[in-house]
C-alpha cells in the first residue's frame, strides 16, 4: 500500500545521516499524502543503516496506525500537527543537526546575515516559545506541534519553511519530503555561518530588506529567474 | 576462552575510533562477565588498525591477566574500580574525545542545555575533583577510578552513564560495552552542543527540571514509549 | 565547439564540491577562452552529481548564450565583468565556502595573520563596499561584479587573487580555472586560520611587511624559487 | 641509493595529508640517515597524490643534492639546521596544521591543560621568537631552522618534540620519521583540546606538575609502563 509514499518518506530518512544532519537516530523525516490524508514516517529507534523502504510507517490523521509492524516515531504526534496546519507542505523533517539546535538551546533565531539565508528563508528562522509545565507533562509531542504553529501565526510556512524548538532542535518542510530534507541542509548551513559571523562580530550587521527580498525572489518569486524553468 | 566476551570488548573498542571519537590509540572499552568476575580490556598501545578479537586480554577483579599475550591497557585498574562500584555496569568506555575531554580540561560539568542531552543523562555530566599529589605519586589509575566512584557518592551511575575526569577525559558505561560506546558518542555531542550553545549565549539558560524528566524518562523510565518495545 | 573549454569549466565546477568548498549548488566555476571573447559557465541550479562537460554553456562577452541547452548560472553576469576588467585572468571561482563567507557576511577582509596566507594573497582579502538600494533593484549581478573591480582600483588581481562581496561570499580567479579553485581553497583555509587565530587573541598582531613580501616572493616573484620551475 | 630511507621520507610525506595536517601542498617530512650524513626529503611544490618514493630528494648535510632529478622542498635549509642541532633525531616533519597554526600565527605556545598534552609534550609547546627585519631577507629558511634551536637552548628536543614557528606553522620530530608524523598528530590534537579548552575557559586552569611528571613518565621515563614492551 501506498508504495511510493513509503518510498519517498525513505529516501528522505535515508538523506538526514547522509547529509550528517543526525548522530545515533535522532531525527526522521515523513512523506505526506493529502489525497488519502496519510503519511508515511521512519519508525522510533530503528537504526538508519537498517532501514528499509518496507519499514516506513503509515499513520493517519488521527495518528492511528494504518499499516507497518513497527511503532512509528515517538516525534508522530509533532509531525500530525504540522502537516495540518501547513496547507501545502508534502514533508517535514526532524533533525539534531549540531548548529541549528545550538541556536534552539542558546533559545536564539537565526538572524539573518548573509544571501545563503536568503536564498532559503524569507526573513530569520523563529524560535518557539517556552512550553508551560503542563504541556510538557501532556501530550508534549502534540504540544510541540502547537507552539510551531502559533509561532507562525503571523509568518508564511512557505516562506520562512524552518522552526527552531526552543531547547530542542529544528524542523523544516517542503512541497515534498525531499525539499524538506534540503531545507535542513540549508538550515544547518545558514546556522554555521551565523554562528561563524557572530563569533568575528558579535553584534552582528543588520542585512538590508531590499538584499533579503532580491535574493528570495529570484529563486521562488513569482519572476523568479535562478535554475531551469 | 570467553570467546563471546572477547568479540564484545573487541567490536566495543572498534567502534570508538570507527566514530571519531579517538585519535592515535587514546581510548579503551572494555566488556564485562560479573558471573565468572573477569573482563576483557584492549592491550595497551595497541593501534586500533591491527587489533583482532583475540587479542583482548582477559583480567579477574583484582586485575591479574587471567588469558592474553599481550599487557592490558594501561587503563585498567581505573576501569576495575568502575565495574566493581557500579552494580549493573556490563562495559565502560574511556576516550578522548574532542569536546567531552576540553570540558574536563576547562574542569567543568557539562550542563543541561537541550533535550538531546536528556535523552541520555538525567542531569549534569559531572567532572571529578582534583587528584592529590599523593593520589598522583601512587596507584594513579586507581586513584582515578577512586575519584569517579566518590564522585557518583549521590548520584545513580544508570542515570548519568558518564562523568569526566578533571583534566584528562571522558569514562562512559552502560549495561553492555555497545550501549558504554553508545553513551561515549552521545557525550561528545552533547558536549559540542553545550560548547557551541555557551559560544552564542555565553551564560547559557536555565533548563526545566520537567522538561529533563520526560525525555529522560520516555526513552528510560517506567512508562518509555520511545523505541520498539 | 570549444570542448577543451568546456571540459576545463567542467573540471572546475567538480574541483569546488570535491574540495568542501560548495553544499548544495551554491558555487559555480568559469573558464574563458580571451581569443574568441567566450566563457564556459555551469548551468544554473544543476545539482553537481549529475553535470557533464557537455552541458557547460558557451557565453560571450555579452552575455548572449553561444550553445548550450541550459540556462547559464545566474551569476554569470558578475563574472563576465571581472572577466572583462582583470585581464590576465583565464578562470574565476565563486564558491560559498563556510569561513571565507563569515568574514563576507561580518563585513571584515581576511588579514594577513600568517605566512599560508602570503603565499597565496599579497595583502588582506578586500571586502566590497554596500550595495545601493538601487543597484540592488537593478542589474544586481552585474553591479556586484562592478563593486569587485571598483574595489580593484589601486589593487593588482593578481596579487590578491580574491575578494569578498559584502554579506555574500567569495569570488577567486587565477591565470586558468584549475588556479581560480586552488585560490579559492587557500582561500578558505586561510580564512579559516584567520578565524581561529583571532579567536586565540581577538586584537590579531601586526604582521611585518618584510615576511609578506619574502612569502608571496619566493613563490609568485621575479626571483621564486619554490617549485620545479 | 637509499633506497630505504627514501621510502621512509615518503610513508612519512604521505602520512600527513592522510592525517589531515596537510591542504594543497603545504607540509613535508624528512627521514635522516645519520651514518652517511644523508637526508631524504620531498621535491618542492609536488602535490602529495603524485608523488612516488623514487621522487624524494637525497641532500646531503651541506645542502647540496647527492640524487633526484627534482629541487627539493624550499624548506630543506630549515631541515638541516633542526637534524644538525638535534643529535637523536631521525626524521623531521613541517605541516601547516589549522589548530597548531593558529597558536603559531597568534604567538602563543601551547600550554599544557590535559593529560593528552602530556603523554607526548613534557611542558608547553615553544613558540620561537619573530625573526628579524636581516633575517627575513637573508637566508630565510636557513634563519627559520637557527630561531628553533635558539629557542631549545635549555629545553630538551626530545622531552617536547615540537615547537611552533612564530607567525608560520609548526615542526615536530622524532627518533623516526614515522615518529615525527605521529607528534605532528598528537600536537594538532592537542592545539585543538587547548583552543577548545580555553574557548570555555579564557583564563585556563593551572597544571600540576605532578600530574605531567606522571603521564609524560608512564609512557616515556625510564620506568614507562604504557604500550608492549
Redesign the interface.
Request: glycine share 10%; hydrophobic share 40%; no cysteine.
Given at each position: 500500500m501506498l508504495t511510493e509514499l513509503k518510498r519517498e518518506a525513505y529516501e528522505a530518512n535515508r538523506g538526514l545521516p547522509a547529509h550528517g544532519l543526525v548522530?545515533?537516530n535522532?531525527g526522521n523525516a515523513i512523506a505526506v499524502d493529502r489525497r488519502r490524508g496519510i503519511i508515511a514516517i521512519k519508525?522510533?529507534?530503528?537504526d538508519y543503516d537498517r532501514l528499509r523502504p518496507a519499514d516506513m510507517v503509515l499513520v493517519d490523521l488521527d495518528g492511528k496506525r494504518v499499516e507497518g509492524r513497527?511503532?512509528p516515531s515517538?516525534d508522530t504526534p509533532t509531525h500530525l500537527v504540522i502537516y495540518r496546519a501547513f496547507g501545502h507542505v508534502g514533508g517535514v523533517a526532524h533533525t539534531?543537526s549540531?548548529?541549528a539546535?545550538?541556536?534552539?538551546?542558546?533559545?536564539?533565531a537565526i538572524p539573518v546575515?548573509?544571501?545563503?539565508h536568503c536564498?532559503f528563508f524569507h526573513g530569520p528562522v523563529p524560535v518557539t516559545r517556552?512550553?508551560t509545565?503542563r504541556e510538557?507533562?501532556g501530550s508534549?509531542e502534540a504540544e510541540t506541534g502547537r507552539v510551531i504553529v502559533q509561532r507562525f501565526a503571523r509568518l508564511d510556512p512557505l516562506e520562512i519553511p524552518a522552526v527552531l524548538v526552543m531547547?530542542?532542535?529544528p524542523f523544516t518542510w517542503g512541497r515534498t519530503a525531499a525539499e524538506a530534507v534540503?531545507n535542513a541542509?540549508?538550515l544547518e548551513?545558514c546556522a554555521?555561518?551565523?554562528?561563524?559571523?557572530?563569533?568575528?562580530?558579535p553584534t552582528g550587521?543588520k542585512?538590508?530588506a531590499?538584499?533579503l527580498d532580491?535574493h528570495f525572489n529570484?529563486k521562488h518569486g513569482a519572476g523568479a529567474?535562478?535554475?531551469?524553468r
Open positions: 548522530r545515533l535522532f519508525p522510533s529507534g530503528v513497527l511503532r515517538s539534531h549540531a548548529h539546535t545550538s541556536f534552539a538551546q542558546a533559545g536564539l546575515l548573509g544571501t545563503t536564498d517556552e512550553l509545565r510538557i507533562a508534549y531547547r530542542h532542535g534540503e541542509v540549508a548551513f554555521k555561518l551565523a554562528a561563524q559571523t557572530l563569533g568575528l562580530r550587521l542585512f538590508p531590499a538584499l532580491r529570484r529567474y535562478y535554475g531551469q
